[in-house]
């Protein structure tokens, strides 16, 4: 058992753009896509998230810097530092959990799948850190290491249902046939949206307001275009951090880059995946009639759409704004705010792209996340102590994982520490979560134009 952890271990080391296209490879034979095949899948996806990995880097490095003078400017009294999903997934990995969420969670997933109980075939290892941090909140809250494991099992179960139910919306808004999207703040936020939409749909003058990439170039011209629009927002985030007019202008130049340049590492992914997910529904639908199989991905592959980077930029002031006037709230949004775009992704899909309705649940979405990450941080500034990756004298928390309704859910549950907070985020979730659920399940039009 131990030499297989080590195994483990080692390509958890590797990272995910070496992780992800070792495992592609491995299930492109399985699916008998021969060797070449293969090993070019496994790389043209390997570059892609390099690329994304690069474009990432350009953002958090960027706007990281920009996000810390605006929260020094206007949130100087919040005392525990958001360190992000960067900070946070290395304690995941590095506790009693890290090491065995991979198995469990892979045991569930083929449970799940020989009963019919989903029908993601999950290759994204990488992203098993969020049950894993999971499991480690709860096992340090509870001091039990079983139920450690059945909040890892319980998560996962969660990931991969929700991994079907935005199926409509990877198919048809982000044009990833054959591919679903079950982890992280993207999935398990995005239930939030879809009764948002529909309310919004209901009320007259609001439900005709329309704000896509589309249609801002229509109305604007080539000052709607996607590069000028980034430009624009990292010139103004640039100027409410205090930066002077160059640093200011060098933001808006490296904004306009990330607008540009991420569509272009996300298709790199998508040709090495296209013939690897053929390859593997070919096989599935001749073994298992109309199972419709979907790999299990990345948020980043979502990351390639212009309205979700112009509302991850937006976001930033609007986070750090929400973060000040929340009473009671000790969080300092910094580590997440660069990529709040993980947190909007299916939200923006479920919006079709109108970016006016990804601020009204975006807003929700973060709300929710800084309530319940200032309700968890002295269990995540615990683990990061128990795993020897804090200082002495540091408070810490994440928004990303921190920040989760199922998280935080299971720990409170499990332990009964269930005051009137636990009931409402329940209600919230639940609600939300078999609202959406219902919602997709019986709507069985939604189309629209494809977008990759």
């Known amino acids: 058992m131990q030499a297989v952890l080590n195994v483990i271990q080692y390509i958890v080391n ?23 095949k293969s ?18 880097t350009l953002l958090t490095d ?43 969670a892979i045991l569930v997933n083929v449970v799940m799948l020989l009963l019919r109980q989903t029908k993601v075939v999950n290759v994204d290892i990488w992203n098993i850190w969020h049950m894993a941090f999971t499991g ?15 909040a890892i099992a319980i998560h996962a179960a969660i990931a991969y249902k929700l991994g079907d139910i935005f ?43 329309n704000l896509t990439s589309k249609t801002i170039e229509k109305r604007l011209g080539v000052l709607g275009q996607p590069s ?5 927002l990292g010139l103004v985030i640039g100027i409410l951090a205090g930066f002077s007019v160059g640093k200011s202008l060098n933001l808006a130049i490296q904004m306009a880059s990330v607008m540009v340049l991420m569509p272009v590492v996300v298709k790199f992914i998508m040709e090495g995946l ?14 298992f009639k109309g199972s419709d199989f979907t790999i299990g991905m990345d948020p980043a592959l979502l990351l390639g759409q212009s309205e979700i980077i112009a509302g991850s930029l937006l976001f930033v002031p609007i986070t750090l704004l929400i973060a000040i006037i929340m009473p009671g709230n000790k969080i300092l949004p910094f580590g997440d705010l660069a990529t709040i775009g993980f947190f909007i992704a299916i939200a923006t899909g479920v919006h079709k792209g109108n970016i006016f309705r990804t601020l009204i649940s975006g807003s929700v979405i973060m709300t929710i996340t800084l309530w319940i990450s200032n309700q968890m941080w002295t269990l995540q500034d615990k683990l990061g102590r128990q795993v020897g990756l804090l200082e002495a004298g540091k408070k810490v928390s994440s928004l990303d ?43 069985k039009l939604y189309v629209v134009d494809k977008k990759v």
């Open 274 to 287: 296209i013939p690897i997910s053929q390859s593997a529904k070919k096989i599935m639908d001749k073994r």
């Open 39 to 56: 090993l070019r899948s496994a790389i043209s996806i390997g570059i892609g998230f390099t690329g994304i990995n690069l474009v990432i």
């Open 167 to 209: 199926k409509p919306v990877t198919d048809n808004y982000f044009g990833l046939e054959g591919i679903s999207i079950p982890h992280g703040t993207s999935a398990y936020m995005g239930i939030f949206a879809k009764p948002i939409d529909d309310l919004i749909e209901k009320i007259p003058g609001v439900n005709k307001i």
């Open 136 to 150: 480690a909140i709860v096992q340090i809250a509870t001091g039990s290491y079983a139920w450690g494991i059945a």
């Open 62 to 104: 960027n706007l990281g810097k920009a996000a810390e003078a605006m929260a020094k400017n206007f949130g100087g009294n919040l005392s525990v530092v958001d360190i992000g999903w960067p900070g946070t997934s290395p304690m995941a990995w590095a506790s009693n959990m890290g090491l065995i969420a991979i198995p469990v």
């Open 401 to 443: 994982q921190a920040g989760s309704p199922i998280t935080y859910l299971l720990t409170k549950g499990i332990t009964l520490q269930m005051g009137v907070g636990f009931f409402v985020i329940l209600v919230l979730f639940v609600g939300a979560f078999a609202y959406t659920y219902i919602s997709y399940k019986r709507d």
């Open 14 to 36: 590797l990272g995910g753009p070496v992780m992800i296209p070792i495992v592609i490879f491995i299930i492109g034979l399985i699916f008998r896509n021969g060797v070449g």
């Open 228 to 232: 000028i629009i980034g430009a624009v």
